[in-house]
């Protein structure tokens, strides 16, 4: 996939000169915090925007890879997103393999603040100075809310979206997963797993317990009466705005 033509910290500079000139008259103190680079592994976020009202805002600033074409590395990912999409590593502790950052930001969110991954709509560099210009990053990029995302536990994760931005999806690497019954060991996947009703039973009540809801929550009763499989596909589109994919395994094809 094409890499971005220009870094995270270009994007960010550029992105916080337009929202300081947008919103500097309602901020208190008229600027934004930015934290240093050793404090943002403490608190996880670029920048904190906080408004006289009371509001606040917290941005986790992120450039991605360009997926434009179909090829055999990345054909189940581009089928699923129908098209062109672009892809966003989450950061990675080397020492522990654990997306500190990324975990950091969920609890923020579920503290009840807006906290956002924010990404361009776009990886070439004309288009960064263009939008510059114009003052039009902010509505150029993808703004994806963590509240109701789920932490991550050790392995590569990313996220990827569309070029309108008005959809993304998070990534786990194959092999591990989250143990959504005490939030820190890791489970690895058997060579073979079954997919069946009992088998999407138990995914939908991990994330029940992710989103702490009792299981008739919310429902619609035709959802429920379908089974597990539409009520865990549902419980992800309304909760998280992702949408839930199966892939073949390609190895038995």
């Not at 138990?202 to 299981?215: D, S």
Request: a positive charge; aromatic letters at 10%; proline letters at 8%.
């Amino acid at each position: 996939m094409p890499e971005c033509q220009f870094n995270e910290r270009e994007f960010e500079a550029a992105l916080n000169h337009e929202l300081i000139g947008r919103w500097q008259p309602y901020l208190l103190g008229a600027l934004p915090r930015l934290p240093s680079q050793f404090a943002e592994k403490a608190l996880g976020y670029d920048a904190a925007y906080e408004f006289k009202s009371g509001k606040r805002i917290f941005l986790q600033y992120k450039v991605a890879f360009a997926a434009i074409a179909r090829t055999p590395t990345n054909r189940d990912l581009f089928d699923a997103w129908e098209g062109p999409y672009l892809r966003a590593a989450l950061l990675l502790e080397k020492k522990t393999r654990m997306p500190h950052q990324h975990n950091l930001l969920v609890r923020l969110a579920a503290s009840g603040e807006e906290v956002y991954y924010c990404a361009p709509l776009f990886h070439k560099l004309p288009a960064l100075a263009r939008h510059s210009q114009s003052k039009t990053l902010w509505a150029n990029s993808l703004r994806a809310p963590l509240r109701g995302a789920p932490q991550l536990g050790r392995g590569r994760h990313s996220f990827s979206y569309i070029s309108s931005g008005s959809r993304w999806r998070l990534h786990s690497e194959i092999g591990e997963e989250r143990d959504a019954i005490n939030g820190e060991a890791d489970v690895p996947l058997p060579a073979s797993r079954p997919f069946n009703r009992e088998t999407f039973a138990g995914l939908l009540a991990q994330l029940r317990g992710l989103l702490e809801a009792p299981p008739s929550v919310e429902t619609p009763k035709f959802i429920e009466e379908l089974g597990p499989l539409a009520e865990l596909d549902w419980l992800l589109c309304r909760h998280l705005g992702t949408v839930l994919m199966l892939l073949p395994d390609r190895e038995k094809q």
